[in-house]
T-cell receptor, first 116, second 116 residues
Framework: AQTVTQSQPEMSVQEAETVTLSCTYD???????LFWYKQPPSRQMILVIR??????QNATENRFSVNFQKAAKSFSLKISDSQLGDTAMYFC?????????????FGKGTKLSVIP | NAGVTQTPKFRILKIGQSMTLQCTQD?????MYWYRQDPGMGLKLIYY???????DKGEVPNGYNVSRSTTEDFPLRLELAAPSQTSVYFC???????????????FGPGTRLTVT
């Protein structure tokens, strides 16, 4: 079974600074997807960024980028120029494409607070 | 596109009552999922479907049932509600983005259920 570990329950960052959230995962599959989701107080799960395991290039979406280390099974999220609206829970998730269901396994989340 | 919609947003049930959580997606996705999120935790998969007429159990299926008669709808049925089913329930749908570049999974706004 896949497991996803987020070792930082809470983090804080000053507005306009950069912060990195950590995520490690365990899988026996060679083909899979990794995701970061943001959950603000509204509870909505918002897709931030995704990474396909077969791609060596790290994904980037505006101020959000990942550092994907396949051999180390590590998938960290970097948020640049942090904004107050980035305050939220962030969940790392692994999606297994091998079984054909693409079901996601989530970590327990990291609570990020952006301080003015 | 409305994306993934869920009803109701909130519900209080008495122990032993039953109810159905509704989920509809308008993205023509084949894959649909039900997750639950307990306080301070990530999401756990209850049931999923890879297409109309096909459903399968996830990590925590006990006490729930699903059906998938159409591509758009994926209702979750709670029979004989118990306090342990107090949680926030998320429906999600998944498919391939334009050009089949990668798989994406999108979530509904969630249903907060309390069983007392």
């Amino acid at each position: 079974a896949q497991t996803v570990t987020q070792s930082q329950p809470e983090m804080s960052v000053q507005e306009a600074e950069t912060v990195t959230l950590s995520c490690t995962y365990d899988t026996s599959e060679s083909n899979y997807y990794l995701f970061w989701y943001k959950q603000p107080p509204s509870r909505q799960m918002i897709l931030v960024i995704r990474q396909e395991a077969y791609k060596q290039q790290n994904a980037t979406e505006n101020r959000f980028s990942v550092n994907f280390q396949k051999a180390a099974k590590s998938f960290s999220l970097k948020i640049s120029d942090s904004q107050l609206g980035d305050t939220a829970m962030y969940f790392c998730a692994h999606g297994d494409s091998g079984a054909g269901s693409y079901q996601l396994t989530f970590g327990k989340g990291t609570k990020l607070s952006v301080i003015p | 596109n409305a994306g993934v919609t869920q009803t109701p947003k909130f519900r209080i049930l008495k122990i032993g009552q039953s109810m159905t959580l509704q989920c509809t997606q308008d993205m023509n996705h084949n894959y649909m999922y039900w997750y639950r999120q307990d306080p301070g935790m990530g999401l756990k998969l209850i049931y999923y479907s890879v297409g109309a007429g096909i459903t399968d159990k996830g990590e925590v299926p006990n006490g729930y049932n699903v059906s998938r008669s159409t591509t758009e709808d994926f209702p979750l049925r709670l029979e004989l509600a118990a306090p342990s089913q107090t949680s926030v329930y998320f429906c999600a749908s998944g498919g391939w983005d334009r050009g089949r570049r990668a798989y994406e999974q999108y979530f509904g706004p969630g249903t907060r259920l309390t069983v007392t």
